[in-house]
T-cell receptor, first 116, second 116 residues
Framework: AQKITQTQPGMFVQEKEAVTLDCTYD???????LFWYKQPSSGEMIFLIY??????QNATEGRYSLNFQKARKSANLVISASQLGDSAMYFC?????????????FGDGTTLTVKP | EAQVTQNPRYLITVTGKKLTVTCSQN?????MSWYRQDPGLGLRQIYY???????DKGDVPEGYKVSRKEKRNFPLILESPSPNQTSLYFC???????????????FGPGTRLTVL
């Protein structure tokens, strides 16, 4: 069974600094996709970044990058130059299968607070 | 506007009274899914569907039913709701392009259900 572990229930970061949110995963499927979502206090789920299991390079999207270490089964999210608007809950998720059309699993989330 | 809609957004009901939460997407997505989110926990997948008439159980299917008779709709049915089904429910959809690994999920706004 697939599993996502986020070991940091809460994180604090100073505005304009970088922060890393940890995510480790476990799956027996050789093909999978890893996703990060942001959930602000308003409740909606916002997609941030994706990494495929066969991708050779780490994914980047603006201020977000994914530090993908396949052998260690980790997919940490790095947010550079934190902004006050980054304060939210962040979820790491995995979808099985080459087309990511299989079962989907989320971690318990990390609450990030950006301090001015 | 491309979107996933859910109705109702808020619902208070009593134990045992059957209810249906509707989900509809206008992006012609093949894949649809239901999740529940409880305090301190991430999203847990209830059911997912890879296409019309094709559904499969997620991690927490007990007490729920789904159907996928049309591509755009994926209703969640609680035949006999119980207080432990009080939760925030999200519907999501994504494209399913064969051989394409990157298939981001688009989430609805959520339905907050309280079962008394």
């Amino acid at each position: 069974a697939q599993k996502i572990t986020q070991t940091q229930p809460g994180m604090f970061v100073q505005e304009k600094e970088a922060v890393t949110l940890d995510c480790t995963y476990d799956t027996s499927d050789p093909s999978y996709g890893l996703f990060w979502y942001k959930q602000p206090s308003s409740g909606e789920m916002i997609f941030l970044i994706y990494q495929g299991s066969y991708d050779q390079q780490n994914a980047t999207e603006g201020r977000y990058s994914l530090n993908f270490q396949k052998a260690r089964k980790s997919a940490n999210l790095v947010i550079s130059a934190s902004q006050l608007g980054d304060s939210a809950m962040y979820f790491c998720a995995m979808r099985e299968g080459w087309d990511n059309a299989g079962k989907s699993t989320f971690g318990d989330g990390t609450t990030l607070t950006v301090k001015p | 506007e491309a979107q996933v809609t859910q109705n109702p957004r808020y619902l208070i009901t009593v134990t045992g009274k059957k209810l249906t939460v509707t989900c509809s997407q206008n992006m012609n997505h093949e894949y649809m899914s239901w999740y529940r989110q409880d305090p301190g926990l991430g999203l847990r997948q209830i059911y997912y569907s890879m296409n019309v008439e094709v559904t499969d159980k997620g991690d927490v299917p007990e007490g729920y039913k789904v159907s996928r008779k049309e591509k755009r709709n994926f209703p969640l049915i609680l035949e006999s709701p119980s207080p432990n089904q009080t939760s925030l429910y999200f519907c999501a959809s994504s494209a399913f392009i064969a051989g394409e690994a990157y298939n981001e999920q688009f989430f609805g706004p959520g339905t907050r259900l309280t079962v008394l």
